[in-house]
Nanobody, 120 residues
Framework: QEQLVESGGGLVQAGGSLRLSCTAS????????IAWYRQLPGKQREFVAR???????LIIDSVRDRFTASRDNARKVVFLQMSSLGPEDTGIYYC??????????????WGQGTQVTVSS
């Protein structure tokens, strides 16, 4: 089964930026809307952003002024650009195919995610 693979996480100081990437072989990325999720320490995984096939993106209110999401279908990659990061953004970030009925639910198997750690 094809799986989405996240990358680009790391350790960054507060106020810094990271760009996460989500890739997969075949048409899993180019053929679907892709969503970003994150799991903050001690919390359930939450929906963060969704990028439609046409590139239009929706970001949750709490990070909308700091995060942007985009995609490059030719390269089969979806991005999550994060800026002005704070310790509250520390967690594991995942990408997946969002359910059309409830974007908080994902359709594919979860990958390992990419760890984002923001130091104060």
């Amino acid at each position: 089964q094809e799986q989405l693979v996240e990358s680009g996480g790391g350790l960054v100081q507060a106020g810094g930026s990271l760009r996460l990437s989500c890739t997969a072989s075949g048409t899993i990325v180019s053929g679907n809307a892709i969503a970003w999720y994150r799991q903050l320490p001690g919390k359930q995984r939450e929906f963060v952003a969704r990028v439609a096939r046409d590139g239009s993106a929706l970001i949750i209110d709490s990070v909308r002024d700091r995060f942007t999401a985009s995609r490059d279908n030719a390269r089969k990659v979806v991005f999550l650009q994060m800026s002005s990061l704070g310790p509250e953004d520390t967690g594991i970030y995942y990408c997946n195919i969002p359910s059309p009925l409830n974007w908080g639910h994902a359709l594919a198997s979860w990958g390992q995610g990419t760890q984002v750690t923001v130091s104060s």
